[in-house]
């Protein structure tokens, strides 16, 4: 079984940054896909961004393109959210999740699909001030 814990969330005003750690157990982190994902209050769950096993491949969604950059450390079982210029309308609880059997095809249209991770973390809240 996998398990995500999300962490760095908090009050920041708009402009600032912020990184976002998940750290996750577990032997399968290395070979597993992994994306973010957040949802604000009263809203659909979003797609932010994800990345492959091997760190070769990223997808970042359109409305934090050039923001908010994805990565990995796979020898720390981490995956990060680096999040810059931050708007209040990034406010939400992110989400890390994981997919621990990824097949090959890994698009965007895959990527972005909730329904194709298998675990996900219990979130960590991210407020931005105007």
């Known amino acids: 079984q996998v398990q995500l814990v999300e962490s760095g969330g908090g009050l920041v005003q708009a402009g600032d940054s912020l990184r976002l750690s998940c750290a996750a157990s577990?032997?399968?982190?290395?070979?597993?896909?992994m994306a973010w994902f957040r949802q604000a209050p009263g809203k659909e769950r979003e797609f932010v961004a994800a990345i492959t096993w091997s760190g070769s491949t990223t997808y970042v969604a359109d409305s934090v393109k050039g923001r908010f950059t994805i990565s990995r450390d796979n020898a720390k079982n981490t995956v990060y959210l680096q999040m810059n210029s931050l708007k209040p309308e990034d406010t939400a609880i992110y989400y890390c999740t994981a997919d621990p059997s990824p097949a090959t095809g890994y698009t965007m249209k895959v990527a972005t699909n909730p329904v194709g991770y298998n675990y996900w973390g219990q979130g960590t809240q991210v407020t931005v001030s105007s």
């Open positions: 577990g032997r399968t982190f290395s070979t597993s896909h």
